[in-house]
């Protein structure tokens, strides 16, 4: 059974900084890509970046420059560390993990993640 676990959510003034984190357990292969997606009260879930197992990186535009998403290959983790964080951040965070293919494509439960202005 393959769980896909996110942690680092929380309550953060505008212009702060968090660092969220996901675990993927169960999966007896690494996966292919993992990424992150968050939605907010009222709105369609968006992504906002991916990493593949070599290392590219992709972001939504929205935050380019302030979001970075590393991953450790070793223990099937993957972080966002969110910086100069704005009150239209605050969303439900997901963490999917693609295990390629027949493999499945799995998400966590998400975390919250709140910027008061």
């Known amino acids: 059974q393959v769980q896909v676990v996110e942690s680092g959510g929380g309550l953060v003034q505008a212009g702060g900084s968090l660092r969220l984190a996901c675990a993927v357990s169960?999966?007896?292969?690494?996966?292919?890509?993992m990424g992150w997606s968050r939605q907010a009260p009222g709105k369609q879930r968006e992504l906002v970046a991916t990493?593949?197992?070599?290392?590219?990186?992709n972001y939504a535009d929205s935050v380019k420059g302030r979001f970075t998403i590393s991953r450790d290959n070793a223990k099937n983790t993957v972080f966002l560390q969110m910086n100069s964080l704005k009150p239209e951040d605050t969303a439900v965070y997901y963490c999917?993990?693609?295990?390629?293919?027949?493999?499945?494509?799995?998400w966590g439960k998400g975390t919250l993640v709140t910027v008061s202005s």
């Open positions: 169960g999966s007896i292969s690494r996966p292919i890509a």
């Open positions: 999917n993990a693609d295990l390629g293919g027949i493999r499945g494509n799995y």
């Open positions: 990493i593949t197992i070599g290392g590219t990186t």
